[in-house]
Structures are given as C-alpha cells and as structure tokens.
C-alpha cells in the first residue's frame, strides 16, 4: 500500500519545556488516521510541522515522499489543511470566499463551490456574510475550503471542534464519503474519542507529548478491550507506572 506520510523522530521543545517528543508514524493510502489525545497532549504542534506552518527541532516529515521543509511545494501539492479555526474574510459572504480560494486552482470547474458548500451543509447560508457564522458554520467553511481543490491527502486538526450533534455527524458523514468514493486519505485529530471511533481505521494515541501507542484500530482492541475509551485509559495507565519507575 502506498505511503502517504512518513513522520520520522519529530520533536519539538517549547521553551516552556513542553512539546512533542521523537513521533514516528506512517499513514498509508485511503488511511483514516486518528490522533488522539487530551487536550495539550501535542496534536496540534505535531499537525502544524506536518503543514509547513512551524518546524521541529529534530526529526522529518514527508507527505508523498517529499520532504516539507526542503521540498514544500511538491510536498503540498496534493494536500489540504484545516488546522485550528480556518481564517476567512469576515466582511464576505461564504460562498465568496471559496470563489476567491478557487480562483487558486483554475482548473476546477465552477460547479464546485455548489458541489462543496452542498458537501458541508453550508448551502442554505452560502450569501450570509462569515462574520454572522457560528463557529460551527466557519469550520464547516473552513473544511469547504480545503476539500475545494480535490486533494489526496487531508489534514484536519478537531475538524467536529464547535460543533452540535447535527453538525458532528454532517461532517463525519462527508469524511466517509471522501474516503469512499474518492480514496482520499485523512490525518485527523481529536480528542472525542467517540469521533475516532466511528471514523477511524488506524489510531495513534498521544500523551504528554509521546505517541505512547499505533496501529490499526482493530488490532489496537485486540479482543482485550471494547472500546478505545478502554484502551486509552489502560494506556495511559502503563504509561504513568512506566514513567513513575523511569
Ligand atoms: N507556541 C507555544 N509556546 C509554548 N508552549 C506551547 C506553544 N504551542 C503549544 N505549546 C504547548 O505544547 C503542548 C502541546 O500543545 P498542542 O496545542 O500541540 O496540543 P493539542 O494536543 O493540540 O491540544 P488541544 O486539544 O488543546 O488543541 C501544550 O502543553 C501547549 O501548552
């Protein structure tokens, strides 16, 4: 199976001393990748390095066999992100944002800001300014817009942050069908569990800045444990005796 993204020894050292420590994971095609973790556990940092958006001390990431920060562009091209609340102009409707990141990509055709404002749930509000959206609607938007060139390969940092019950289950929905139909490979974080375990096949455990465990999610479960609830918690358990005796 073709790998997609290969993280190899990233570490990061805020001068607070807090950070990501020695992260290695591969995600291969049609992968949906779950990082989970609390909140601060490291998520975003590790997100923010995979986009180019901030560097490691140590380590490397490639997307597609390129290397981000040596090799941004070819590293990129076939990537979309969405990593804390997406930025869009406040003073212009929805629909007119996406037409303006569109532009970017000549090459699509002008059915799809329908097809992606119709994908999200944003239809019905498409001429309302951003700046009347509830948070919910901007990451709807947010995630409009990084679906809007087709990408392979999508990152997306608490993509269901914000959002009710209706939304979280639209955007799962669309998260699917882009798996599905059109073998798109995701890398997303969150820290509801449940999220993870509707949506994922490959599941990534971070804690206190280390990804204490990996793997495909069945064989993560094992039998030995119902839910992911389950194996977080004895996860973090083993990881606290292990750091205790350290
Ligand atoms: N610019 C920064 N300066 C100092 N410390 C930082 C900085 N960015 C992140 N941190 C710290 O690094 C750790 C990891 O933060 P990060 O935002 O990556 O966590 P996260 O898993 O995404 O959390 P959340 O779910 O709350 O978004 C936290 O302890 C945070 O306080």
Redesign the pocket.
């Known amino acids: 199976m073709e790998t997609i993204v290969e993280i190899e020894g990233l570490t990061k050292t ?3 001393q ?3 420590h020695d992260i290695s994971l591969t995600v291969r095609k049609g992968d949906i990748y779950g990082f989970f ?10 997100m923010k390095i995979m986009a180019g958006l901030s560097k490691a001390n140590k380590g490397k990431v490639r997307l597609f066999g390129h290397e981000v920060t040596t090799h941004y562009e070819q590293a990129m091209a076939k990537v979309g992100v969405l990593i804390e609340t997406a930025e869009a102009y406040e003073y212009m409707s929805g629909r007119k944002n996406l037409e303006l990141a569109a532009r970017l990509y000549p090459e699509l055709p002008g059915s799809r800001v329908d097809e992606v404002l119709e994908l999200v749930g944003l239809s019905g509000y498409q001429r309302e300014k951003v700046g009347h959206y509830s948070l919910g609607m901007k990451q709807r938007l947010g995630l409009a817009a990084a679906i809007l060139s087709r990408p392979e390969l999508l990152i997306l ?2 993509p269901t942050n914000g959002l009710d019950i209706e939304g979280m289950v639209q955007i799962r929905e669309v998260i699917l069908l882009l798996a599905r139909e059109e073998r798109t490979t995701f890398f997303l ?1 969150s ?1 509801l569990i449940h999220d993870m375990e509707l949506m994922c096949n490959r599941i990534g455990i ?1 804690y206190g ?1 280390k990804l204490i465990r990996e793997g495909l999610k069945t064989e993560l479960l094992d039998g030995r444990f119902p839910t992911l609830e389950e194996l977080f918690i004895h996860e973090v358990k083993e990881e606290r005796r292990a750091v205790n005796h350290a």
Do not use: M, Q, W
């Open positions: 805020f001068r607070n807090r950070g990501i973790g609390p909140n601060g556990a490291g998520k975003t940092t590790v940092d608490e974080s820290h971070l800045g």
